[in-house]
């Protein structure tokens, strides 16, 4: 397998990665709505169902982004695809 | 000024201009304690904050065409985060999102997490990739990845549909701000909003939209973020509201059940008495009180909407490199992430402002008549903002008999719970921003694809530099003017109609966007498919559902991407793979966007 397609596979397995966590904190837990209501998890004393819509999913958004650009970085390095800084 | 050097100066640039606007503040409250009058001081905070970013546009002019069109593609990181989060927070992020978390409660609350996820889908499927390319605008990439005019034109009308739609609701925010705080009428408020946002772009395009909407970001968060802190501090409810407002939540949910919310319903008759857009608390505060589905449905369509989005996409097209482009994502979200968590806090602190009686703001509870004596309550219901009447005849203020307008929540608060008037000046330059920011996008989203994609790509392929600035200039003047035109007529609401503008988006751009670079095979003939098929099923359905078709799949006018872009995604499918391969060259095209390093597909100057 060429370098190129090895990368490419490596690039989607992350994307599948990234995608899954997604799925999960803005589809996922909403089909549960009811039952994180009453769940006995509150994160700083307020309801689960809506601190994951005030805050919990958009924060955990902001982290995945971060993570994903670094796992992605990681990736392109391993390959010597990453840009040259003074392009 | 603005060469080379600037771009290393950034931070000092904006640091010195973030402690004038505080200095500018400061001042204000000093005026204000010295007997300046509330109307001055609004027309002041609107006035200085405008002239400052039409300053900027014009100190970023440019003749270039790589400057116009993508800001020298030397935007850093972080700055181009903030940009990108005040080119996405419109006027009804500003607003109307706290309004609508404060009427509808969980229910609405899928806008947010639709609003932040779909950034998700930006960074991981496109972003990096579309900067890769090279390209100037959305339908640049679709015009060059599938090849011909006709996908190339297709995306322009998607595009054009979609921002326009958008982009009429931001120029009627504008009016509506600049009304109020200059105190003029709104059919020459808009025309003056719209001489604002033209002032920010015409003479710099992209490269002047980004540096005034740098300045814009720190407005409008300056603008939101001290009031919910100074409220949640005055009511003794915390020091950082975001995380122990817990309590206050708790109490909410308490004072309803004490004035049973929901056990007495208006009659039809008293409901007419009610001014329109006005309306009560019938909802909880944080029941979760909508189906799985609906709430879903409304968050993916968001999200895609997000991801499909021209005016967004092409912020990403001005990084320096394409690990710049995927961080800046990130930034963007973070800074919208300041703004949107914050929202829910400011709604919750308004609602208990006027629920809790043992607070000295509350009004539930107390006679009509000393409500109706209060002065914010004259001022506002003189707006058409609020409105109480004793429909039970009982004399005593009922939670089923108080009525406010969505946009009250932000702009009627910080007066509410007794803040000086200094803030609400702060808060209309704030909502001025925000709605100006998004315009501007918008407007030179829609004028750069019809002058670099119709005019030079497809009409006259040999014009000059200096035409074909001139004639993307005369567009956006066009196009500004035509939103402001269909904007004065008041034709729609602003929040339904930036919903609407998602869904197209959706319908016509998400899958051929994603498709061009995930999915090798797809080609010109699918993607056009794709493109007019998506957007017809979609604007079909939205007619249907609007002229009383009941629908199917629980599926409404604010959710109607999920049939266009089930179309689109099924017809570019079947049709790509009943026509023949994209050949070798293109194929090879997709090979090399797909990793970061190497030339651009497109050139520097095209």
């Keep these: 397998m060429s370098k190129q397609a090895q990368h490419w596979e490596k690039t989607r397995g992350l994307l599948f990665v990234t995608l899954a966590i997604w799925f999960v904190f803005s589809i996922g837990i909403f089909l549960f709505g009811a039952e994180m209501e009453a769940s006995s998890i509150k994160p700083f004393g307020y309801p689960l169902s809506y601190y994951m819509t005030c805050q919990g999913s958009l924060g955990i958004f902001?982290?995945?982004?971060?993570?994903?650009?670094?796992?992605?970085?990681?990736?392109?390095e391993e390959f010597g695809f990453s840009e040259r800084e003074d392009d | 000024m603005f060469k080379g050097k600037f771009i290393d100066n950034l931070p000092k640039i904006y640091g010195t201009y973030t402690g004038g606007f505080i200095v500018f503040i400061i001042l204000m409250a000093i005026g204000e304690q010295a007997g300046m009058s509330a109307?001055?001081?609004?027309?002041?905070?609107?006035?200085?904050t405008v002239l400052i970013y039409a300053l900027i546009g014009y100190l970023s002019r440019t003749i270039q065409v790589d400057a116009y069109y993508l800001a020298g593609r030397q935007v850093p990181t972080v700055f181009n985060g903030m940009a990108t989060a005040a080119d996405w927070m419109s006027g009804a992020s500003f607003v109307a999102m706290a309004g609508g978390i404060y009427f509808k409660g969980y229910g609405y609350m899928a806008l947010l997490v639709g609003w932040t996820g779909g950034y998700v889908l930006v960074a991981s499927l496109l972003a990096p990739y579309l900067r890769k390319f090279g390209c100037y605008t959305v339908p640049d990439f679709i015009g060059t990845r599938y090849g011909g005019n006709l996908a190339r034109l297709s995306a322009v009308i998607v595009l054009t549909v979609a921002s326009f739609t958008y982009v009429t609701a931001q120029i009627n925010a504008t009016g509506t701000i600049a009304s109020v705080a200059l105190d003029i009428p709104f059919n020459i408020a808009v025309y003056v909003g719209l001489a604002s946002i033209l002032m920010c772009s015409m003479l710099g395009g992209m490269r002047a939209v980004t540096w005034t909407q740098v300045a814009q970001y720190i407005v409008l968060i300056i603008a939101y973020l001290i009031p919910v802190?100074?409220?949640?501090?005055?009511?003794?409810?915390?020091?950082?509201?975001?995380l122990m407002l817990a309590d206050e939540v708790a109490r909410i949910a308490e004072l309803e059940a004490q004035f049973g919310l929901g056990s007495v319903k208006n009659s039809a008759a008293d409901l007419k008495q009610v001014p329109k857009g006005l309306s009560g608390i019938t909802k909880a505060h944080a029941e979760v009180n909508t189906?799985?589905?609906?709430?879903?449905?409304?968050?993916?369509?968001?999200?895609?909407?997000?991801?499909?989005?021209?005016?967004?996409?092409?912020?990403?097209?001005?990084?320096?490199s394409v690990k710049a482009a995927r961080r800046s994502v990130g930034w963007s979200l973070f800074f919208i992430f300041l703004l949107y968590s914050s929202a829910p806090m400011l709604a919750t602190l308004s609602k208990l402002s006027l629920m809790d009686p043992n607070l000295a703001t509350g009004i539930i509870g107390k006679s009509i008549s000393e409500v109706q004596a209060i002065d914010w309550y004259q001022n506002w219901n003189?707006?058409?903002?609020?409105?109480?009447?004793?429909?039970?005849?009982?004399?005593?203020?009922?939670?089923?008999?108080?009525?406010?307008?969505g946009k009250a929540v932000v702009l009627a608060t910080p007066e509410i719970a007794g803040l000086p008037y200094v803030i609400s000046g702060l808060v209309a330059a704030g909502g001025m921003a925000a709605a100006m920011s998004t315009a501007d996008g918008l407007v030179l989203a829609i004028s750069n694809a019809l002058s670099h994609d119709i005019y030079y790509k497809m009409i006259n392929p040999k014009a000059e530099t200096a035409k074909r600035l001139l004639i993307a200039r005369i567009l956006?003047?066009?196009?500004g003017f035509a939103g402001a035109t269909i904007a004065a007529l008041e034709i729609q609401g602003i929040l339904g109609s930036v919903i609407w503008a998602f869904d197209f988006a959706m319908s016509g751009l998400f899958f051929p966007l994603v498709l061009g670079v995930w999915w090798k095979r797809a080609n010109a003939q699918g993607a056009v498919a794709g493109m007019l098929g998506g957007l017809a099923a979609g604007t079909a359905y939205l007619i249907a559902v609007r002229s009383g078709y009941p629908g199917f799949l629980d599926i409404t006018q604010l959710t109607f991407g999920i049939v266009g872009s089930v179309v689109s995604l099924v017809l570019m499918i079947v049709v790509s793979l009943a026509t023949k391969a994209p050949d070798a060259a293109t194929q090879k095209m997709v090979d090399d966007v797909r990793v970061p390093s190497g030339k651009a597909i497109l050139g520097r100057q095209h």
């Design chain 2, 476 to 479: 956006l003047v066009l196009i």
């Design chain 2, 229 to 242: 802190f100074w409220i949640s501090n005055k009511m003794g409810a915390g020091v950082f509201p975001h």
């Design chain 1, 62 to 76: 902001v982290i995945l982004i971060f993570w994903f650009a670094g796992r992605q970085e990681k990736i392109d």
């Design chain 2, 39 to 48: 109307k001055v001081i609004g027309i002041c905070f609107v006035a200085f």
């Design chain 2, 382 to 405: 003189q707006a058409n903002l609020m409105f109480v009447s004793d429909f039970n005849g009982n004399g005593t203020l009922e939670l089923n008999e108080f009525f406010m307008g």
């Design chain 2, 291 to 320: 189906t799985p589905w609906k709430f879903i449905s409304l968050a993916v369509c968001m999200m895609a909407g997000t991801a499909s989005l021209p005016h967004v996409m092409m912020r990403y097209f001005t990084t320096p």
